[in-house]
């Protein structure tokens, strides 16, 4: 048994039949006991978005808290991993994201308002919140162990998977194929794969970058996400845009392949309900891998912002599954089906890199210059923002501020970040997908244990703000 086979067991087990089961019911349970509140708060949770708390406690605004948020999750998902999906899974992956999207909205909303109401703060105003206290503190003591493990797969998710090596291979492997997609220019081979002069100068300025940032904490993290992260989403939004309304006609088609592939009309090998099953794998998948919805990580950063009022942080942190994969992660999806960029037996960052190039009445290099931009600072953005979810999940583990430990952890990062673009894609992202699978079980329970308390800071929020309005302010 090889180990790439060991790895798709795991993957396996991470997201068998049980996960989608639990991640998909979690979502089915918070959107019935809170009335669709996702889709009935939507236009406020926006207007929350760009409006702060007056005198909340924590660090950071409420806009740094979701720009940090979003700077982990808007990041090679969305490029990288929709293309992935669609490949593994067929376009039918699509509506399955879509869905565990639509459902995983009351989900973050959940995570963002217990991460607030169960958050310590001490003396020195350092917010540590997350799903290792709402459970420790919501579910109760007996249940730390619980906290505690998921603790740990969100370390190592961070170290070794969605925060470090998926992130800085999406960049090398994009900057390769504008720089130098024929490498012709090799600095050193491993085996039977070479690693051209391109990989290697992205992984050290990337390196580098990511060293000069992390130094200066969840502050600096957040003042660099607050820049970054709008322009680089509005940007990415316009090619996108621009791309469909010039490939317009075609959209129907992608449509229906979207829907046929979804429900297995489509199956040529395995049968209808197998080639079901794995498009709803790959996108429910690959939707949790860009989203974050269910993983637990989101509601980190959430803990950090300045805020009385858990509901009000909830809308605020929902926003963030509707920005990344309903709207980007869609436009994604379709831009890659429109152009055909699926069919032409490329991988990972190349396949967004054709749709780009082909998609739009302009020269190839232009498009994939754009995507690769645009997917080197998304995936930038992300590796700070891991850095800090695991950081936090490391300190919980030690039992508080250990400098050295974490220091020593710092490094660790620094270094996978280093050696992440001389890894294997398949490889990457399975361990990847593993740890987030791992990652999400002890969130999705802790969700499940309580959603009554859920449903009753809400109903207590909305009737407070009708009778103050200016509760909302």
């Known amino acids: ?10 993957d396996d087990i991470a997201w068998g039949v049980p996960m989608l089961c639990l991640i998909m019911g979690a979502g089915i349970l ?34 740094a808290a979701l720009c940090t948020a979003l700077s982990a999750t808007v990041g090679t998902g969305n490029i990288v991993g929709v293309a992935t999906a669609i490949l593994a899974g067929g376009p039918g992956a699509l509506f399955w994201m879509f869905v565990a999207a639509c459902l995983g909205t009351a989900t973050k909303y959940a995570e963002g308002l217990l991460s607030v109401k169960y958050r310590t703060i001490d003396d020195e105003g350092h917010a540590l919140g997350g799903p290792f206290y709402y459970i420790e503190k ?17 370390t190592l998710a961070g170290l070794m998977g969605i925060g470090t090596i998926t992130q800085i291979n999406g960049v090398a492997s994009a900057v390769q194929n504008f720089f130098d997609p024929d490498k012709a220019n090799i600095a050193f081979s491993i085996g039977e794969n070479e690693y ?3 990989t290697v100068i992205t992984a050290l300025v990337v390196t580098v970058l990511t060293a000069l940032v992390l130094i200066g904490g969840i502050k600096r993290i957040s003042t660099v996400s607050s820049i970054i992260v709008p322009f680089m989403i509005i940007l990415y939004i316009a090619i996108a845009v621009a791309i469909l309304v010039f490939n317009i006609g075609k959209i129907p088609a992608a449509i229906v392949s979207i829907f046929e592939g979804a429900f297995g009309l489509r199956a040529v090998a395995g049968g209808t309900l197998g080639a079901l099953f794995l498009a709803m794998q790959k996108g429910v998948a690959r939707g949790v891998f860009s989203n974050e919805a269910g993983l637990g990580s989101a509601p980190i950063a959430s803990a950090a912002a300045k805020t009385n009022e858990p509901a009000r942080q909830g809308l605020v942190t929902m926003t963030g599954t509707f920005i ?15 152009t055909g960029a699926n069919e032409t037996g490329l991988e990972g960052a190349a396949v967004t890199a ?7 009445p302009w020269a190839e290099n232009i498009g994939s210059f754009l ?30 501020k250990k400098k050295g430990v974490l220091t020593g952890f710092r490094w660790l990062y620094i270094l996978a970040v280093l050696v992440g673009p001389f890894l294997t894609v398949s490889a990457v992202w399975t361990i990847a997908d593993i740890f987030n699978g791992f990652m999400a079980i002890p969130n999705l329970i802790a969700l499940i244990a309580l959603n009554g308390v ?20």
């Open 354 to 360: 054709f749709a780009f190039g082909k998609g739009l």
């Open 1 to 10: 048994m090889t180990f790439m086979d060991i790895l798709n067991k795991l």
């Open 454 to 473: 859920v449903v009753k800071e809400t109903v207590s929020y909305f009737n407070r703000l009708k009778e103050n309005p200016k509760l909302g302010e």
């Open 324 to 338: 990344d994969t309903i709207i980007v992660c869609m436009m994604t999806g379709l831009c890659i089906l429109v």
């Open 196 to 198: 051209a002069w391109a």
């Open 30 to 63: 918070l959107t019935v006991r809170l009335k669709g509140l996702q889709f009935r708060k939507m236009g406020l949770a926006l207007k929350y978005m760009f409006k702060n708390e007056k005198e909340g406690e924590g660090e950071v605004s409420s806009f």
């Open 138 to 154: 919501g579910m109760g003591k007996k249940w730390t162990w619980l906290g505690k493990l998921f603790a740990l797969f969100g």
């Open 371 to 400: 995507l690769a931009l645009c997917l080197s600072f998304f995936a930038f953005t992300t590796i700070l923002g891991w850095d800090y979810y695991s950081e936090r999940c490391l300190e919980y583990l030690v039992g508080g």
